[in-house]
T-cell receptor
Framework: GAVVSQHPSWVICKSGTSVKIECRSL??????MFWYRQFPKQSLMLMAT?????????EQGVEKDKFLINHASLTLSTLTVTSAHPEDSSFYIC?????????????FGPGTRLTVL | GDSVTQMEGPVTLSEEAFLTINCTYT??????LFWYVQYPGEGLQLLLK?????DKGSNKGFEATYRKETTSFHLEKGSVQVSDSAVYFC????????????FGTGTRLTIIP
């Protein structure tokens, strides 16, 4: 149980276009989902916290107008990279927080590799 | 701010060797500490955790002890297997209920038969 999927697993797009990444919790409901970004040989950096039915909370330095997050249901959050540029190329990872048990464990998706040409 | 420093990889060991991956942290308050593992093509999975000083987390033969005096949470395994090949991330969370995680850079481990 506690599986999180991401779609697509990789995407290549032209500069200036927008790309949407989906994060789904497959067998549990997640009130809270997180979006991370990972550069090569670097740690995961939290971008934003997404709560179902409310606006996402962005970390300092993350442009909320560029990285649009929608958490429309308890099993789906989306990250849209708007007007993508080559510097947005990265590995994007989501996680979903389960409220099962006494510990709010995060379950991670396999990640989406974005390449902007 | 909060940060996690873990030993850089890659680390290559022979099967049945002893493994140590060092992790130290800086945090305000009293963090919870975690080790996550990422197998090829999969998402990060929680390997073990410890929520207070002197706690020992253990799972699948891996252990890590929360050392407040040295601000460390080193990962150890007595005899590694080829199936342990993965990337290992040390992480902390200051707010137990919030679970905002701060990660180290990850250590790639390769076990050769």
């Amino acid at each position: 149980g506690a599986v999180v999927s991401q779609h697509p697993s990789w995407v290549i797009c032209k500069s200036g276009t927008s790309v949407k990444i989906e994060c789904r919790s497959l067998d549990f409901q997640a009130t809270t989902m997180f979006w991370y970004r990972q550069f090569p040989k670097q740690s995961l950096m939290l971008m934003a916290t997404s709560n179902e039915g409310s606006k996402a909370t962005y970390e300092q330095g993350v442009e909320k107008d560029k990285f649009l997050i929608n958490h429309a249901s308890l099993t789906l959050s989306t990250l849209t990279v708007t007007s993508a540029h080559p510097e947005d190329s990265s590995f994007y990872i989501c996680s979903a927080q389960s409220d099962r048990g006494s510990y709010n464990e995060q379950f991670f998706g396999p990640g989406t590799r974005l390449t902007v040409l | 701010g909060d940060s996690v420093t873990q030993m850089e990889g890659p680390v290559t060991l022979s099967e049945e060797a002893f493994l140590t991956i060092n992790c130290t942290y800086t945090a305000t308050g009293y963090p919870s500490l975690f080790w996550y593992v990422q197998y090829p093509g999969e998402g990060l999975q929680l390997l073990l955790k410890a929520t207070k000083a002197d706690d020992k987390g253990s799972n699948k033969g891996f252990e890590a002890t929360y050392r407040k005096e040295t601000t460390s949470f080193h990962l150890e395994k007595g005899s590694v297997q080829v199936s342990d090949s993965a990337v290992y991330f040390c992480a902390l969370s200051v707010n137990f209920g919030n679970e905002k995680l701060t990660f180290g850079t990850g250590t790639r481990l390769t076990i050769i038969p």
